[in-house]
Every structure is written in C-alpha cells, then in structure tokens.
C-alpha cells in the first residue's frame, strides 16, 4: 500500500514539473508592468525580465530610484514615476502604459509597491502610519489592478500580487499582516472573477528578506518612534522591560532575514512565464518549511508556538 502510495506522490510532482517546465512563447512581445520598482524585489525583478528579453515597464516612486534603474537596464526597459497612494499617479501611469502596450495589450501586472511600520505591538501603531500601509498595500494595489485590467484582460495576461507569508498565518505587524490577508482576499476573489477571461492570477508569499522594508537601522528607529510617541497610559501598561524584550526579537528577527532575494523573484518570473503559473508561491525556508506547515495546525498548538514569553 505504501508503495503504491509513493508512486502516487511521485507521479503527480513529476507530471507538475513537467508542466511547469513549459514557458510561454514570444516572450519578447510581450509587456510587463511593476510597481515599487526603486529597490527590493521590484528592482531585481525588473532588471531580472530585461536580461530575458521581456519588455518591462517599472515604476519607480522616486525619479532617483527610475534613474538608477534606466542606468542598470537595456533600452528596452521604460520608467514611469508612481506613487500607488494618489489617484491622478495612478491614472497618469495606466495612461502611460497604454500608449506603449497599445492593442496588444499588457501581459503582466506586477503589484509588488509595499510598506511597513515595524512597532513592539499593535497597540503602539500610529493612525497615520495605519492608513498609509493600508493606501499602499491593499487600496494602492486594487486601484492600479482595476486601472489596468482592460489591458490585461485583452492580452489574457497574468496579475502577479505581492502578499506575504504574514498573509496566511499573522505573529507580529498587526496591521501590516491585516493588509497582507486583504491582498490575499482580492487576489482569490478576482482569480475566480476572470478565470472564464483566461487571465491567471498568483499570489507570491515572501518569508522574511533583507528589502528596504526591513532595513534594520530604520526599523528600529520606527520602533523607538512608536514608543516615544506613545500616550503615558500605554508606556506604563506594557512597561520598559516589554518594549526591550519587543526590541531584542524583531532585531534577532531582521538578522535572521534571508539576503537572496532572487528566491522571491524567481517565483515572479515563474508565474510571468510559464504556460502553467501556480496559484501561490511561497518563497524562502522560513516560509515553506516553518510557517506554511504550522498554519495547518490548531491554533491553540500555533498560538503556543508563535506566542513570545513575557519578560
């Protein structure tokens, strides 16, 4: 019984690497937009598709970030500036895009812009700071998804959504991790929505790397930030010895952050490419081999795991 069992198992990660093994054709046609393309995954990502041939559009949100990437890319790769947050950027920018994929259509949509305010708990979470990693990670990502879904959907292109590992199993950044299940949430609804379209949408899940997001020296000044400016009633609560014990894991924490980001870029492409996409894609050892099986287990058993001890 194991036996056959086994040849089971084994036929259907055979028949899926098989499949997965096939790429679409004339790539060198087809246009890929990505936002957040300043540093991190985007940058990698759109200098990655350029050296394949791919014709890529990137926005950047600074006009430093696009002059560092013209000076790191081909010809062929464009720059527009973007800032997901405001309505008329966005507008500006499927215009942009329009001009340039015309009747061709857009093959890929790369949401990959994101934020994040490290803090020792929810608790300490600014309201600015709230809003601002909603507006950039959920509400920036729908508007320019709804913006360039025509061109999408006449290519019978792919949609490619930045989430999170923090997306299916949430231990810390509480309202960054809330932002991260609504990408996940919009990302299934809209799979279903337009698969009769042929257009194919995944969702990547990056564990924990080393971006501008996680930058230690500004992540820990975030978090020095939110206490100070924390109300007395709050401080006094938690108390000096928590935000300490708070301090000390999310530094061990962005340590420990994987620094080959082409982990996460490589299932990007992947769903670019291949004829058979994957819905989602979880990237980095963290993620696959801790996080995904632990979000199976009940949450009492998860709740234990992921709870830190108090100081």
Not at 105 to 134: K, Y
Not at 177 to 194: H, M, N, P, Q, T
């Amino acid at each position: 019984m194991w036996l056959y069992l086994a040849v089971l198992v084994g036929l259907f990660y055979l028949v899926r690497w098989y499949r997965e093994r096939q790429v679409v054709s004339h790539l060198q046609d087809k246009y890929v937009f990505i936002t957040g393309c300043d540093s991190g995954f985007g940058n990698l990502l759109a200098r990655q598709l350029d050296v394949r041939g791919l014709r890529v559009l990137a926005a950047c949100l600074t006009e430093k970030g696009a002059e560092q990437l013209r000076g790191q890319t081909s010809d062929r790769l464009e720059v527009v500036t973007l800032d997901v947050t405001k309505t008329e950027s966005v507008a500006a920018a499927a215009q942009w895009v329009q001009e340039r994929v015309g009747d061709r259509g857009l093959w890929g949509l790369v949401n990959n812009a994101g934020v994040m305010c490290p803090v020792p708990c929810t608790e300490f979470q600014r309201t600015e700071d709230s809003l601002t990693i909603f507006r950039v990670n959920l509400i920036g990502l729908i508007e320019v998804t709804m913006s360039l879904l025509p061109l999408v959907r006449r290519a019978q292109g792919r949609i490619v959504n930045v989430s999170s590992i923090l997306g299916r199993i949430a231990f810390i950044g509480g309202v960054y991790s809330s932002s991260k299940y609504g990408v996940e949430a919009f990302s299934d609804i809209l799979r279903r929505e337009l698969k009769h379209f042929g257009v194919k949408i995944s969702i990547i899940e990056p564990g924990s790397f080393r971006t501008g997001i996680t930058d230690l020296k500004r992540s820990l000044e975030s978090v020095q930030q939110s206490w100070e400016e924390a109300p007395v009633h709050i401080k006094e609560a938690y108390g000096q010895q928590y935000f300490d014990a708070a301090c000390k894991r999310i530094r061990q924490g962005l340590l420990k952050c994987s620094t080959n980001l082409n982990l996460v870029t490589d299932c990007m492409e992947h769903a670019l490419t291949s004829v058979h996409p994957r819905t989602r894609y979880s990237a980095g050892w963290d993620a696959q081999f801790f996080l995904i099986p632990l979000s199976y287990l009940p949450t009492s058993l998860a709740d234990y795991i992921l709870t830190p001890s108090q100081p």
